[in-house]
């Protein structure tokens, strides 16, 4: 055996059991990640990763001096960051409403974690999300509150929402929107069209509210959004031109648009390959912007031919909104180098007068 | 299109920050009273005041130090920025217009094609962060620019950077990129 006589003194500040304790702040903190892990259901795998993450982001120094609101949201970031990570499809909505966060702050955390974290963090794929988001619908088991012709079966009613977000993605309607608003309009659309009979005078907020979920207000226009481009999408079927299809009756038709989506799109929008349109005529954008190469039709701005093929743009580009217009820089003002003599006159413009000041003074009787 | 030929694209400068400093005390409340077109924010301790030509909004503190905003150039900021100085001249302040710094331009450009954003980002992490829940555009960061653009989809781009050569520079790097993401 070693002789006692030759160890030597050791610290307690220096040795591994002061650096073992955790703090009040680290030990609550990772309890509410594990509770969140557990509220979600979430593998094992995920909650060890988010504690790791939450243990090196309350470590980090730009996370010491934060107020505690942000340090309580830190770890629902950390879970949502792992989420993210596995293509577990949660949403930022979802982890805020279980927090009882301001979602402003938890996209402040969120991406302040991010950077001083460096965490990769992959997008949230739209088609996982389908199936999660329609697992809070309570319209797919009989209930006393649910009409039973408005009960209808899971699996058809997530299957049909895929193909119609999907086709949503397709005509722009996804790219730079919130994904919830879509994913409720499109889930009403495939929920009627698999029953339209019964289910045509049901509204958008009442099938909401039947099926127990939140209506978030940009989801009417996501509906119309998506109704324009089926009802285009019908013109193009030779058997559907004859019924003068409307918002309300082209719902019935959805299985068959969507089955014969990538040849309706094709034929209802402008594409953009030259080769198949031929010579294109020049976009109306910047007169200094290269002439639209390769577009078979009109480029955004410009007001959709009456029966012709509309181009398939972002809907900002298809009704854009009125911009405020600038005063046009005349060749004297592009001419300015900063270091002009600057006259008397110009700057007195911007003094007052000596029976002005009195009066202003008087007016605000400053001390 | 190809990537490679010549496009010419306007980027349109929509706002011009710059700093400058007057080595002197300024009473902010002679300010207030004397100068035309100012707005006295007593409870946060400065002063703005908005000029006509250039069209530029200047917030003055007591310290001397002055930000000017709004100049659609660099040259448009300096020339804003020695007219407000010599109008503290005029109010009887001992101004010398130093340290003067362009610190910040805004300018947007338009892509002469849509961007497919989610495809973007994927093939430019970790510059590119999209997250629709929170804003709509691609936000990519050029950090030996120090320069940070926003992509839309529709093809916009707003890009910030310390100086116009920067942003010019920002825009010329993106390019190539965006290109291979559009529809």
């Known amino acids: 055996w ?101 979602q402003e702050l938890f996209a402040s955390v969120f991406l302040s974690l991010q950077k001083e974290l460096e965490l990769s963090v992959p997008a949230l794929s739209l088609a996982d999300l389908v199936k999660t988001h329609l697992n809070s619908f309570r319209l797919f088991q009989q209930a006393a509150h649910v009409p039973a012709p408005f009960v209808e079966d899971k699996e058809k009613v997530v299957a049909r929402t895929m193909q119609v977000v999907e086709l949503a993605s397709e005509t722009w309607l996804v790219t730079g929107r919130h994904p919830v608003p879509i994913l409720t309009a499109a889930a009403f659309l495939s929920w009627q069209s698999l029953q339209p009979r019964a289910r045509l005078p049901c509204t958008l907020g009442r099938f909401c509210r039947l099926a127990g979920v939140d209506l978030p207000p940009p989801a009417h226009l996501r509906l119309k959004e998506l109704l324009e481009i089926l009802l285009r999408m019908a013109s193009q079927l030779a058997w559907l031109r004859v019924f003068k299809l409307d918002k309300k009756t082209v719902v019935k038709h959805i299985g068959d648009l969507l089955q014969h989506r990538i040849f309706l799109l094709k034929k209802a929008f402008c594409q953009e390959d030259g080769e198949e349109q031929g010579a294109a005529a020049p976009g109306e954008g910047s007169p200094s912007s290269p002439p639209a190469q390769g577009k078979g039709c009109p480029s955004g701005g410009k007001r959709q031919l009456e029966g012709g093929p509309r181009p398939l743009l972002p809907p900002c580009l298809i009704n854009p909104r009125k911009r405020l217009r600038t005063a046009a820089t005349s060749p004297s003002d592009s001419a300015v180098t900063g270091d002009e003599p600057i006259s008397d006159s110009e700057v007195e413009q911007y003094l007052r007068g000596p029976e002005e000041i009195r009066a202003f003074s008087e007016a605000k009787a400053w001390p | 299109m190809d990537a490679e030929s010549d496009v010419a694209l306007d980027i349109l400068i929509t706002n011009v920050v710059c700093v400058f400093r007057t080595r002197c005390h300024l009473n902010l409340r002679k300010i207030a009273l004397e100068g035309a077109n100012v707005i006295y924010k007593r409870d946060v301790g400065k002063v703005l005041m908005k000029l006509r ?90 950090k030996t620019l120090r320069a940070t653009l926003q992509i839309f989809s529709t093809g916009s781009i707003t890009v910030t950077g310390p100086n116009v050569k920067a942003v010019a520079s920002a825009v010329e790097q993106i390019y190539p990129f965006v290109f291979e993401s559009r529809k």
């Open chain 2, 53 to 142: 030509k250039p069209r530029i909004t200047a917030t003055i503190w007591s310290s001397g130090k002055v930000i000017c905003t709004g100049a659609t150039s660099e040259e448009e900021a300096k020339f804003g920025a020695r007219r407000l100085a010599r109008s503290l001249q005029k109010l009887g302040f001992q101004v010398i217009f130093t340290d003067f710094k362009v610190v910040n331009v805004l300018a947007v450009c338009n892509m002469p094609f849509e961007i497919r954003l989610p495809e973007f980002t994927k093939n430019n992490r970790p510059h590119a962060s999209y997250e629709p829940e929170l804003h709509p555009a691609v936000c990519y960061r050029i």
């Open chain 1, 2 to 102: 070693p002789d006692p006589g030759s160890f030597s003194e050791v610290a307690y500040s220096q040795s591994t059991g002061q650096k073992e304790q955790l703090s009040r702040c680290l030990q609550r903190g990772i309890r509410r990640v594990q509770d969140l892990c557990k509220v979600l259901q979430l593998p094992r795998v995920f909650e060890e990763t988010a504690v790791s993450y939450f243990q090196r982001a309350v470590q980090h120094p730009s996370f010491h001096m934060v107020s505690l609101e942000k340090k309580e949201l830190l770890g629902g970031c950390c879970v949502f960051v792992t989420c993210r990570q596995h293509n577990w499809p949660v949403t930022m909505g979802t982890i805020c409403s279980l927090l009882y966060a301001r």
